[in-house]
């Protein structure tokens, strides 16, 4: 296909929940337009698009495809996203690469939460939306109340530019309420016939979806629009078709199609109208800098992309997806990433169909395509000739949901570690971590899902067995009151002995870490053996006293002790100063400390005493609540235990019906309670006496 000029592409990239039919949405256009010989299922494992072992295994979309459609004069770029929660941050980096976002949702279930979440991402994006109510030949479906919910949630620019024929079982065809036309399917045909050959109660009901189209297309051209309330005239055909683009482009309405992808029905009508009246990159497609300047699609400027997004093929390598900001795109062309300032040059670039991937001549400004091998190349990143150019990427949901990872054998966690590295360059809602405290490397992610999914290609990509471990909690250790004691080391063996004599008084010191004095006096303890008392209660502190856990917020003074002139040397006052220490803490109040987490948590009205109830079993409390930024939304601000939120990304989304979010901040050490610290007590001796 040779490079389209920005007017003949359209960016689209379809969004909702999983299980309404993107994929087999994206598969019905790739097959209508001749593209693909078959149409591709995702349910029997022979989608084009859903292509990855981890997609077949689990039947929905993890990752975004692209479906390049050749149609007429124009190319549709298809961008198909996962609907799962956990991959939400790949669905949100895709979204920034279209001008047009295709909400598909199932004629039976209606909008649902994810649908939710991510149409108000698309408001926030300013991207045009429109609607594919899908499934309508299912038992069940509902035209009607489908519509009723998509209006009830999104509001009242939404308007009908098809409408069924029949619904469920009874399923012939649908109105084109645009031309006034009816469309039946006959054996994967298509008969066309006017509108008023059709039943009375097909004609009034496409009558009225075309007043309520007329009337929020006329919005577009203000002059019209007065004479259109006056009265004075209704829209015209040429007036309406005119506008409609315009209307789409700024918001004015949110077009509603119908169909049934897995029969093929309704699909072409809605190729028909992507390219006639969806918005085209120079029209629409508008990118925000990171100096807040905006900046559109151009061709005749120098050449500029924004990857967003980049993955690890076991095969290829790193393949980075670009949208193409300005000018032209050439195979050998030179471009400065503005993150790095290094140079980066495009060997290929490639347009890609699934796992497919065709090598093209160039690309043009608008047009998504695909280069292999771009060096250090994140999503996020801008590319352009002086690398002075950065569009700023869109802030993605933190990863909240923490498991520990650890290579089943020793010699793999090289291996593990580069895969780790990689899988988190690709995918920006997985953070690794090293937590030098519990020596534990920590994977970060959206939830239980993406782990999965990560734990399968970290096998089947590198070979590597590894095994999820929970994550220890970095509990802490201190004491509560003052305490003197000696510790004395003398050891002899037959030659130069030991000796090591100190008094150490410890105290508690809340917020203040650790400090140590020294109140030596008259030579008791020589200078040059000071250090080693420090040394060895710091030793004594990492090990803990309790339970085995870092301890916190003490000083301790020096103030006496003695040394032989012979045997008294760094490794005895060590020794001396842990035995001292350990001997202090037994009077001193030892207690544990656990972390605490401030956080505040988005739910619908009408799960918030749910939520508050819940938070209490934890060991929680409520600081306050806010009216949240949507209607129908309350923020509840609150501190628990880490250990008890830990998890609580799985526990919040069923709760909420995966409608709920939350941020979470570990702050601050509180005193554990008796029975948790008898519990950590108890599991560290018996580790201990297992040898552990």
């Known amino acids: 296909m040779a490079a389209p000029a920005p007017e003949h592409v359209r960016n689209i990239v379809l969004v909702g929940q999983d299980g309404a039919g993107k994929t087999s949405l994206a598969e019905a256009m790739l097959f209508v337009s001749g593209k693909t010989p078959r149409m591709g299922t995702t349910h029997d494992g022979k989608s084009y698009l859903d292509y990855d072992p981890e997609e077949i295994k689990r039947k929905f979309t993890i990752s975004t495809s692209i479906a390049p459609i050749p149609y007429k004069d124009y190319k549709i770029n298809v961008l198909d996203t996962s609907g799962h929660p956990d991959f939400i941050g790949d669905t949100l980096a895709t979204m920034q690469a279209a001008e047009m976002a295709l909400f598909v949702v199932d004629a039976v279930d209606g909008p649902q939460v994810m649908t939710t979440k991510l149409w108000r991402e698309a408001e926030d994006m300013r991207l045009s939306r429109a609607v594919y109510i899908n499934h309508i030949d299912r038992e069940n479906a509902n035209f009607d109340a489908a519509m009723a919910l998509l209006h009830a949630r999104f509001g009242g620019r939404l308007g009908a530019v098809t409408i069924p024929i029949g619904q469920a079982e009874d399923f012939q065809g649908v109105i084109d309420i645009i031309r006034m036309e009816a469309r039946y399917f006959e054996d994967g045909g298509e008969r066309v016939e006017a509108v008023e050959t059709l ?10 979806a075309r007043d309520k189209l007329c009337d929020l297309v006329a919005e577009a051209d203000d002059e019209l629009m007065m004479k259109y309330l006056e009265g004075e005239e209704q829209l015209t055909q040429e007036e309406l078709e005119g506008l409609l683009d315009k209307a789409i ?5 949110i077009p509603v199609f119908v169909g049934s992808t897995i029969i093929m029905q309704g699909v072409q009508g809605l190729m028909e109208d992507i390219c006639t009246y969806f918005p085209h990159p120079k029209s629409h497609g508008r990118f925000r800098m990171a100096d807040d300047v905006t900046v559109r699609i151009d061709e005749t400027k120098p050449p500029c992309a924004f990857a967003f997004k980049t993955v690890s093929d076991p095969f290829v390598g790193r ?6 900001i300005s000018g032209y795109l050439e195979p050998g062309l030179e471009l400065v990433c503005g993150r790095t300032g290094k140079k980066e040059r495009l060997g290929k670039i490639q347009v890609m169909m699934g796992k497919e991937a065709v090598d093209v001549k160039s690309a043009k400004a608008g047009d998504i395509v695909v280069v292999p091998k771009l060096s250090d190349v994140r999503a996020g990143d801008t590319l352009s000739c002086e690398g002075t150019i950065a569009i700023e990427p869109l802030p993605l949901p933190e990863p909240l949901y923490p498991v520990a990872i650890e290579a089943v054998s020793k010699k793999e966690e090289d291996k593990l570690g580069t895969f780790l590295a990689r899988a988190a360059e690709a995918d920006p809602t997985i953070r690794i971590t ?3 405290d519990t020596h534990q490397t920590i994977i970060h992610a959206m939830g239980e899902t993406q782990v999965d999914m990560l734990i399968g290609r970290l096998k089947e990509q590198s070979g590597v067995e590894a095994k999820l471990v929970p994550v220890r909690i970095p509990y802490r250790e201190t004491i509560t009151k003052q305490a003197e004691a000696q510790g004395r080391h003398k050891k002899q063996t037959g030659g130069a002995g030991q000796f090591g004599d100190c008094w150490l008084r410890l105290a508690p010191i809340p917020g203040e870490g650790y400090e140590f004095v020294d109140e030596i006096k008259g030579g008791a303890i020589p200078n040059g ?5 420090d040394k060895g209660v710091r030793e004594a502190m990492e090990e803990g006293f309790l339970a085995g856990y870092p301890m916190v917020d003490i000083k301790c003074t020096v103030f006496d002790g003695s040394y032989h002139s012979v045997d008294s040397n760094e490794m005895a006052f060590k020794t001396a100063a842990r035995i001292g220490f350990r001997a202090c803490c037994e009077n001193a109040g030892p207690i544990i400390l656990e972390p605490w987490a401030t956080m505040e948590v988005t739910v619908g009205e009408e799960y918030a005493g749910t939520i508050m109830g819940d938070i209490s079993t934890r060991r929680g409390r409520i600081v306050g609540t806010d009216a949240g930024f949507a209607a129908g939304e309350t923020v509840i601000k609150m501190r628990a235990p880490y250990a008890e939120v830990i998890n609580y990304t799985k526990d919040l989304r069923s709760m909420t019906r995966g409608s709920g979010s939350y941020t979470l901040t570990l702050e601050g050490y509180e005193q ?3 029975d948790v610290t008898k519990k950590l007590v108890e599991a560290y001796e018996a580790a201990r ?4």
């Open 199 to 208: 039943p009375a109660k097909y004609q009034e009901e496409a009558r009225n």
């Open 249 to 253: 482009a700024q918001e004015l309405i």
């Open 319 to 324: 393949l980075t997806f670009l949208k193409v």
């Open 434 to 436: 090293r937590d030098e």
């Open 529 to 533: 053996l000071i250090p080693a008392v």
């Open 672 to 674: 554990a309670p008796a």
């Open 689 to 692: 006496a297992a040898g552990n």
